[in-house]
């Protein structure tokens, strides 16, 4: 059976020139990029050169961009030590962020390092401002705000921009996971008022295990993982280089289709907003998926009219039929509890009914989608 993949949140596809230039790295640069011979130097030039062209992307020195494992070492890099080196004694954040921020902030609570305010969160998913605005303005020093770019369950985009300036304007640190957005969208990271920032390869078509960190260069963060020099001393730990390479690389195809992609993407969750609405009268949206001003053109997130018996077989009968797509998100499957953001954002009448997430990736088609109503729409009457 061809599957039919619809949960690129979760994760995407590897390009194949991507394996194509790992590949050819893993057998040409194999040297450990830290060794002074020339096997060595000429990894140490693959992994330099990645860091260049990710900086020229994303308006930053190329020093301020330090290679990670992935989303989850950068979240917990920035908020740990935010905390260990700069004085951090209080984090606002919100109940939606994802794990890789929520439990790192509550481990350092529990630890009575920081106390953590949580800011109030509208139904569409975004942070209420005055709020914000209001812990800001209450907490006298030693803050931080941490507010992800692109909610990975609903997809709404928060307005980073207004963020920044707000955290300038009562001298906060503002860190935020934009795992989501880096590769799908034209970020600036330098040209914004944003101090730590946060990429994984694997969520633009590069490598698992692989992804970067964003620090901007007067903060003075240290380092999580301690041991070798690598990194500037940021990060120990021999640098992977085919990953690092494979990373360059996904991001290199992304931007060079990315406006045509958007574009694509966009009539492709309009196509599926659509197709849903007509075909299972009752659809909901959760967040502000069904407006493409505030949420990414990568995510949609429906609430099906479905009873309570046929829900809670639903995530089975579509893997049965060849769907990939996610129950509220991938990091949910097996919990008990739910979605801890949908939990957030839907009164618990609203959250009875089941809500799959629909992610997009531009190598998705409407006959992809036609075939997931379809077999939604045949499920929901039969
Ligand atoms: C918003 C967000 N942050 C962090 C992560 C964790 O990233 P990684 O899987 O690279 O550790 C994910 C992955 O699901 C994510 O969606």
Redesign the pocket.
Known sequence: MELIYLDN??TTPIFPDVIDAMHQTMKEHFGNPSSVHAAGRSAKAKVESARKYIAGQLGTLPKEIIFTS???EG?NTVLQCAVHHLGIKHIISSPIE?H?VLHPLEHLEAQGFITLHMVKVLSNGLPDMSDLERLLSDIPANKLVSL?HIN?EVGTVLDIEEVGNLCRKYEALFHS?T??SIGHFPMRLGELPIDFAVA?A?KFHGPKGV?FLYVRKQTGLGALLLGGAQERGMRAGTEPVHNIVGMEMALRLCYETMEADTDKLKALKTYCIEKLQNALPGTAFNGACSDLNSSTHTIVNARLPMNEKKAQLLAFHLDLQGICCSKGSA?QSGSESGSHVLNVLLTPEENIRPSLRISFSPENTKAEIEKLVDILEAYVNS
């Open positions: 949140a979760a992935g989303g989850t979240d994802h890789a992800m990975n996971d795992v989501q994984a694997h992804g990091c």
